[in-house]
């Protein structure tokens, strides 16, 4: 089980965070404290891969044109991009040599 604990970007605080701990022979649970925004979209997405078994590969410099703004010629920014899936799959990619 896992306990989020969001906290106001704009206080200081003191919550801290605790590992998981047995609470009976099939379950277990944390806290997270964490302040709202990008800690916060970490720790879920950390809690996302943990949950569902799941490993990272980023593909990068993917070409994307950006619009064009007035009498400015668009421009053509590289951008990578994570790729959340199976560890099996990804375990299968790697013994076929992909």
Do not use: W
Not at 3 to 16: E, G, K, M, V, W
Not at 91 to 98: K, S, T, V
């Amino acid at each position: 089980m896992y306990i989020i604990n969001i906290l106001p970007n704009d206080r200081q605080y003191s919550a801290t965070s605790k590992p998981f701990r047995d609470i009976s022979p099939a379950l277990s649970s944390c806290i997270f404290s964490r302040a709202a925004g990008d800690e916060l979209i970490s720790i879920i997405h950390s809690i996302a891969i943990n949950i569902y078994d799941l490993v990272s590969t980023t593909v990068s410099g993917i070409p994307m044109k950006e619009e064009a703004q007035q009498g400015q010629p668009a421009v053509a920014i590289n951008y990578d991009v994570e790729l959340l899936h199976s560890r099996e799959a990804h375990i299968e990619l790697e013994r076929l040599g992909l």
